[in-house]
Structure formats: C-alpha cells, structure tokens
C-alpha cells in the first residue's frame, strides 16, 4: 500500500522537464544492463569509475571497428564511411585529430562568439512574438542549424536546408534508421566537397582538403567521414540539450531569476545542465579480447556501451544526483565522453548553451509549457527519457 501511494505522489510531483534515472537498480545491483541490436547484443556500463576506465583502454575497448558499429542503434546496414575521427583508435586517432583541434577550438574567440550571441537573439526575438512556439522544430533545430554555419564557416542560408533534414540525418518518422535519409546527406557533402576543390574557402572543407595525415593528403573519403560526423553528431544531442533547458527554465523560473542576479555561475550551470540531461545516452565500443566487465564476462568481437546518462547520476561520485544544482561545485560529468574521444564539438556546444543562458535571463521573464510529447529511447529493460518530440511553449517578454 505504501509503495503504490510514494508511486503516485512521484507521479503527482514529476515535472515535466524532469529527466528521471531509469538505470539506477541496475547500477547498484550488478552495474552493467543487456540490450538486444540487430542481432549484434550491447553490454551497457553504468558505472561512473567502469565507464570511465573502459572509455580510457582503447586497447581491449575500441571505436575502430566496423564503420557504424560503435554507435547504438548501430549504422553498419546505412553507412561504410568511416567517422573521422571517432571510429578510429590511437595512435591515428591523435593524428586526425589534430588536424581539427584547432579548428574547433575558435568557439572561443569573440567575433564567434559575437555572431552566436546575435543568432540566438534572432531566434529568441521570432520566439517572443509568437503565441505559441514548437521549440524542437522551430526554435532548437534553427538554433542548431544556424549555429553550426559559424563552426563549418560557411553561409549563414545553408542553414536553411539543414534545417529541413529535420533533427536527425539518419532516423526519420518512419524509421530508427532510414538509409534515403542517410543519403541525403551524403550527397550534400560529396557535393560540397566537390565545390571546395574546384573553389577553396575560408570552410572546414577546405581546410580538410587541404591537410596532410600518413604522410599524405586526405583522401575525399576521409574529409566525407570527419564531414559526416560533423553533421551527424552534434545534431540530436544539441537539440535535446536547447529543448530541455527550454523545459527546465519553464518550470523553474526561481533558476532563470538566479542566473540573472547571479551571471557568474554561468559557466556552472552549462556543466551541470549537460550532466543531467546527458544529451547522448550511450556510445558503444568492441571488445578486442576475451575478458570481464563488472565481473561479467564478455568475449572478443562482441559491443559493451559506455552509459553517459548512467555515470553522470551515479550517486558515488554525484550528490543529490537527480537534482539540478546550478552552481555544482565538484562536476566531472561524462554528458560530453571521456579520455581520447571526449566531444570535439563540445567548445561550440558549451558556448552555444552558454549564450542562450545569456540571452534567456536578457530577453525572457517566464516560459509557459502549452503542450509536450516526450521523447523516450528504449534499451532492453530501460526507457530513457532524453527529451522531446515536442514541446510547445509561449515565451514571456522581461519587461
Ligand atoms: C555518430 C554519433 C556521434 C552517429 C558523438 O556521436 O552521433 C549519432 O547521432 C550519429 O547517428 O553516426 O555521428
């Protein structure tokens, strides 16, 4: 009896943006969850210490497997181009990546930063003079989209053929993965491609057409694979985090007033904001040898995952872990990876955040939720909740 009432006041008391922890049983337990794929099984680790420790051996765990096979769902039936430089392992890894360091690091400078804060106005304005705003597709996708002209440095219009893509480049409505999709976008960047070698640009093209690794140029199939991930990974993950802060700012208006009294714990909230949404729930890699995850054996050429949305509420290393304390002190979140493939695209992606924080406490006094549908991934026992499909809002001017 009592158990049925504390499930009931949970329900009563369950905001809307509120993400709850669907792994934390199994955490505790035995540490680690099964899910079926196509055939192909997933040990997932939900572990803070186990999903750091196997994300750092590259050796035993490792992302350059078969293109596609790292990522759950995997994508070997839609792609054979390799990500770049995701789906390979050390040392080449370090060489492709540093061709790029660089490159995504410019986030930080402040003509970028000044273009980003002037988008997002932009979007944040169209918003305002609305009755009613759909924030996945008509406020977080734009936004994205937009945004990551500034990171390919190209035109600001081709954006907009982005954004009819929709949130993600290989699922659609129909599909968890849709291959016309995928070939979508595979056109655009052949095309793309083929445009920066008849005309080099100030772009990421360019810049990739133009550096060497092994000794060589990159072939047009390496900068389609570093072009793919661009696009691809960044995509959903950016969507989710703009559409939860979204939720999140709407039913917590005491937060919104915080950060307005209280700029600089900014930076904090971003960090803590990516920790509890965990915007990428999981990211595989594949067993070289025979050996044991969390005293449970597991053999060579099979897939374990590294749980992000799991470390990130592990109460071991997290107090309070299912609450948002926006200034958390102590906060070695995992929302972006960990060790040798941690985000590249996390500079933009903070900044990004960063600057709709900013712009929010500027130009919002409140948000109110009209209408939501979550969005909710299912892996074997659990469903995660990572966010929308819609969520339809008014936005109230500060006066
Ligand atoms: C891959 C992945 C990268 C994958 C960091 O994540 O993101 C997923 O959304 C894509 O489907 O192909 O890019």
Redesign the pocket.
Known sequence: MEIVFTAFINIQTMKKSALPDPFEKARLEKGFGEVEDQDDPVVMLLRHKDVRKCAHNWKTFQSGAAPGRI?VPS?VKIRDTR?IP?ELDPPEHREYRDLLEDWFRRPLQADYQAQLQEQISAVIETALDKESVEVVGEFSLPLQSRALTLLLNTPYEEAEKWIAWGTHV?RSEESALDADKANILYDYIDQAIDKAIEQPGEDLYSLLLASEAQGRKLTKEEVKGTMI?TF??G??TVINAVTNSIAYFAEHPASLQRLREEPEIMGRAVEELVRYFAP?TH?GRVVTEDTQVCEHAVKADSRISLCWASANRDPSVFENPNEVILDRKMNPHVGFGFSHHK?LGATHARQLLKTLLCVLVEKVESIDIQDCTENIEQWGEFNRKVGFDQLQVKFNPLK
């Open positions: 990522v994508e990500q995701f290989f991930l691809a990974g995509r959903d990428l990211m985000c």
